[in-house]
Nanobody, 113 residues
């Protein structure tokens, strides 16, 4: 069973930055895709950013502000979030996929105006 553990969430003012980390319980070389989704209050889960063999994909709402990266030696995927907005407030969930897919428990990000 794969475990994904997120960290780095918190409360930040609009315009601020946070960096989320997600550590996998096994080598991240075994995952072809890793990334982040989010679920805001009363909203459906939505893709934020994914990374596959160096190729990245972003939601339009975060392009130019967020950067996803991965360090396979550390079994970790990161999400650098800059210029945060109140509408970025959500639970951010780590995601990994190979022959199956796995989710972390999530970390809360709250952006105050």
């Amino acid at each position: 069973q794969v475990q994904l553990v997120e960290s780095g969430g918190g409360l930040v003012q609009a315009g601020g930055s946070l960096r989320l980390s997600c550590v996998a319980s096994r080598s991240s070389f075994s995952f072809n895709t890793m990334g982040w989704y989010r679920q805001g209050p009363g909203k459906q889960r939505e893709l934020v950013a994914t990374i596959f063999s160096g190729w990245t994909n972003y939601a339009d709402s975060v392009k130019g502000r967020f950067t996803v990266s991965r360090d396979n030696a550390a079994n970790t995927v990161y999400l650098q979030m800059n210029s945060l907005k109140p509408e970025d407030t959500a639970v951010y969930l780590c995601y990994a996929r190979s022959y199956s897919e796995w989710w972390g428990q999530g970390t809360q990000v709250t952006v105050s105006s």
